[in-house]
């Protein structure tokens, strides 16, 4: 007879074994900071290692306590919360903001506090895998639009029945794509078929808009995007997620969703470094034309070497390979370099787009772009050869 637990043994060998064999097993590698040159994290604007966080994070902790302690709607709502709610609220030019954990948590939140059964959702096919699970979490009746096109949106807007709330759902900067919606052209249709347009904009806040408020901000107001969502973890440097609209929007996420209610309020420390890093933007606009600078400069050098780079004017760079085994190579052999770049395969990505997802960030400096392209031409050359070894 079979001991108990030996179905669940059989069954994670089987998975894990069907992974390894496609190509698709991930792993973990601990990094010390520094030790690898980084392409791949989001830091864009080099703040995550700026000494005045760690101390604001420090100052934080000493004066309100390391840890979070309980809910927001128990006792874990502290006067710190509440600044930085205020602070990311006028930074985005609506009336009141909520804090939540992470932006996974903010994205599924949202969703399951303003989607039911009732809620018809629209959302980009290239959407962050967070928008597509709290639509699902909340048991709407979701249809997909190829990626940025308008057309297709309208199609399926002007196709639904008329029977009850729409949503439309973009990510504001595409996190493997790195191009931007056109956030004029999803609000405008939004508003012809009756909808509310929600986006989801981790990627540009802090990178794109004249007061680095993202590619929503301030010049499209709430009247055209009534809920809008950003994450601290990545230009910002700290941790975190909030979501920013009206204040009745703001008032029914705290009694409504979910992954607000029930979990721990975020350390005060991380909301005191997100502060910190809210007054160094505001401060030192300067990260930001350093950054742009740098995203030309890779992007004409890389043209020259004739890197199959995708179109995207912001710090995500990807560099389409297409086969997961190929990416696999490129990231070695970069790896091989003291470099490091994302790997993104299937699920991420669709089967046979598999890619290099090169981040660039205020921090790197002309030499370290020098020493990336070098490596990038000699993968490139490394391949050829390969692929003729292969052929021959
Ligand atoms: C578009 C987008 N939304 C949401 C998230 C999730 O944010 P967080 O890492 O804070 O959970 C990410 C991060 O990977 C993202 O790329």
């Known amino acids: 007879m079979a001991a108990p637990g030996d179905s669940w043994a059989t069954w994670l060998a089987g998975r894990s074994?069907?992974?390894?064999?496609?190509?698709?097993?991930?792993?973990?590698?601990?990094?010390?900071?520094?030790?690898?040159?980084?392409?791949?994290?989001?830091?864009?604007?080099?703040?995550?290692?700026?000494?005045?966080?760690?101390?604001?994070?420090?100052?934080?902790?000493?004066?309100?306590?390391?840890?979070?302690?309980?809910?927001?709607?128990?006792?874990?709502?502290?006067?710190?919360?509440?600044?930085?709610?205020h602070r990311l609220a006028t930074l985005t030019g609506r009336p009141a903001a909520l804090l939540f954990s992470t932006g996974y948590m903010a994205n599924l939140g949202t969703l399951q506090a303003l989607?039911?059964?009732?809620?018809?959702?629209?959302?980009?096919?290239?959407?962050?895998?967070?928008?597509?699970?709290?639509?699902?979490?909340?048991?709407?009746?979701?249809?997909?639009?190829?990626?940025?096109?308008?057309?297709?949106?309208?199609?399926?807007?002007?196709?639904?029945?008329?029977?009850?709330?729409?949503?439309?759902?973009?990510?504001?900067?595409?996190?493997?794509?790195?191009?931007?919606?056109d956030i004029a052209g999803l609000a405008a249709t939004s508003t012809r078929h009756g909808a509310w347009l929600m986006v989801d904009d981790a990627h540009g806040l802090g990178v794109l808009g004249e007061a680095g408020d993202g590619c929503v901000g301030r010049a499209h107001g709430i009247e055209r995007v009534p809920v809008l969502v950003g994450t601290l973890g990545k230009a910002l440097g700290s941790a975190g997620a909030f979501v920013t609209g009206s204040q009745a929007l703001i008032d029914h996420l705290?009694?409504?969703?979910?992954?607000?209610?029930?979990?721990?309020?975020?350390?005060?420390?991380?909301?005191?470094?997100?502060?910190?890093?809210?007054?160094?933007?505001?401060?030192?606009?300067e990260r930001r034309d350093r950054l742009h600078t740098r995203i030309r400069r890779f992007r004409k050098e890389a043209a020259t070497l004739g890197l199959p780079l995708a179109a995207s004017s912001t710090p995500i760079q990807p560099l389409v390979l297409g086969d997961s085994q190929r990416v696999m190579c490129w990231a070695a052999w970069l790896a091989e370099r003291g470099m490091a770049v994302g790997a993104i395969r299937e699920p991420t990505v669709p089967r046979g787009q598999a890619r290099l997802r090169i981040t660039l960030s205020a921090a790197h400096t002309d030499a370290d772009l020098d020493?990336?392209?070098?490596?990038?031409?000699?993968?490139?050359?490394?391949?050829?050869?390969?692929?003729?070894e292969a052929i021959s």
């Not at 297709?152 to 990510?171: F, I, K, Q, T, Y």
């Not at 979910?258 to 809210?278: D, E, F, N, S």
């Not at 392209?373 to 050869?385: F, H, K, M």
Request: aromatic letters at 6%.
């Open 17 to 85: 074994s069907e992974h390894r064999a496609r190509g698709l097993w991930r792993t973990r590698r601990s990094r010390v900071p520094g030790a690898v040159l980084d392409f791949a994290g989001n830091d864009y604007l080099g703040l995550a290692g700026d000494p005045r966080l760690a101390e604001a994070q420090a100052e934080g902790a000493r004066h309100y306590g390391a840890g979070g302690r309980a809910s927001h709607l128990v006792s874990g709502h502290l006067a710190v919360h509440e600044a930085l709610e």
């Open 115 to 181: 989607c039911d059964s009732d809620t018809r959702v629209f959302q980009d096919r290239l959407n962050h895998a967070s928008l597509i699970d709290g639509a699902r979490l909340a048991g709407a009746r979701s249809r997909r639009f190829h990626h940025g096109d308008l057309g297709d949106l309208e199609r399926l807007l002007a196709r639904a029945a008329d029977d009850g709330r729409r949503l439309v759902v973009s990510d504001g900067v595409f996190s493997m794509d790195g191009d931007v919606a």
């Open 254 to 285: 705290i009694q409504f969703a979910r992954p607000y209610i029930y979990t721990t309020a975020q350390p005060p420390g991380v909301a005191a470094t997100t502060l910190k890093a809210l007054e160094l933007l505001e401060a030192e606009p």
């Open 371 to 388: 020493a990336l392209l070098e490596v990038l031409a000699d993968c490139s050359t490394r391949d050829a050869i390969a692929e003729g």
